[in-house]
């Protein structure tokens, strides 16, 4: 079952940061936060993952409250070819996945 | 980074019939891979967990012996459907876990299935 809940929708103008939250509360110590993203008929994208300590990478940043029980994906400037379905997932490193509902972004121009 | 095939892309079959899906890992070794299903508007759902050399997972509600599931080499997973009907048309995807470093999953790019 998944163990996160995120809004089912957000819109972000075109060159600006989208912050896409994520709540996990009952995350557990040895569990991983892990971001997709599923562009329309595709298979999900890999997009970043971290345990407790903020990430960054080409495609995105990752920050992760303190106490662990949230986070946030910024993606610095956000392009109409960012409109998708984020999906935030928390697991035990070699587990399985379970995909919540998501976060449809919807970029505007 | 990591690539994840599959094959095909999209099939249109008659109920009744079996319908073979391939997923391979291109770049990697991946001793596990997953299958999804996902329906329109839907998220994706695990169905279950393929294991190279041995037996599949499969998760609650999912019928082992309608979706067969092989994992005979280290790069490549089957997933048979097997007697389609039109309730088992659905977009199926398939991972790869890349065991290289923290065990990400990488995604194929879906196979969609019509059964008419």
């Given at each position: 079952d998944a163990k996160t809940t995120q809004p089912p929708s957000m819109d972000c103008a075109e060159g600006r940061a989208a912050n896409l939250p994520c709540n996990h509360?009952?995350?557990?110590?040895?569990e991983y936060v892990y971001w997709y993203r599923q562009i329309h008929s595709q298979g999900p994208q890999y997009i970043i993952h971290g345990l407790k300590n903020n990430e960054t990478n080409e495609m995105a940043s990752l920050i992760i409250t303190e106490d662990r029980k949230s986070s946030t994906l910024i993606l610095p400037h956000a392009t109409l070819r960012d409109t998708a379905v984020y999906y935030c997932i928390v697991r035990v490193t070699g587990n399985q996945f379970y995909f919540g509902t998501g976060t449809s972004l919807t970029v505007i121009p | 980074g990591a690539v994840v095939s599959q094959h095909p892309s999209w099939v249109i079959c008659k109920s009744g019939t079996s319908v073979k899906i391939e997923c391979r890992s291109l770049d990697f070794q991946a001793t596990t891979m997953f299958w999804y299903r996902q329906f329109p508007k839907q998220s994706l759902m695990l169905m279950a967990t393929s294991n190279e050399g041995s037996k599949a997972t499969y998760e609650q509600g999912v019928e082992k012996d309608k979706f067969l599931i092989n994992?005979?080499?280290?790069t490549l997973s089957t997933l048979t459907v097997t007697?389609?009907?039109?309730?088992?048309s659905s977009f199926y995807i398939c991972s790869a876990r890349d065991?290289?470093?923290?065990?990400t999953q990488y995604f194929g790019p879906g196979t969609r299935l019509l059964v008419l």
């Amino acid at each position: 079952d998944a163990k996160t809940t995120q809004p089912p929708s957000m819109d972000c103008a075109e060159g600006r940061a989208a912050n896409l939250p994520c709540n996990h509360s009952t995350i557990s110590g040895n569990e991983y936060v892990y971001w997709y993203r599923q562009i329309h008929s595709q298979g999900p994208q890999y997009i970043i993952h971290g345990l407790k300590n903020n990430e960054t990478n080409e495609m995105a940043s990752l920050i992760i409250t303190e106490d662990r029980k949230s986070s946030t994906l910024i993606l610095p400037h956000a392009t109409l070819r960012d409109t998708a379905v984020y999906y935030c997932i928390v697991r035990v490193t070699g587990n399985q996945f379970y995909f919540g509902t998501g976060t449809s972004l919807t970029v505007i121009p | 980074g990591a690539v994840v095939s599959q094959h095909p892309s999209w099939v249109i079959c008659k109920s009744g019939t079996s319908v073979k899906i391939e997923c391979r890992s291109l770049d990697f070794q991946a001793t596990t891979m997953f299958w999804y299903r996902q329906f329109p508007k839907q998220s994706l759902m695990l169905m279950a967990t393929s294991n190279e050399g041995s037996k599949a997972t499969y998760e609650q509600g999912v019928e082992k012996d309608k979706f067969l599931i092989n994992h005979a080499s280290l790069t490549l997973s089957t997933l048979t459907v097997t007697s389609a009907h039109p309730e088992d048309s659905s977009f199926y995807i398939c991972s790869a876990r890349d065991e290289r470093g923290w065990e990400t999953q990488y995604f194929g790019p879906g196979t969609r299935l019509l059964v008419l």
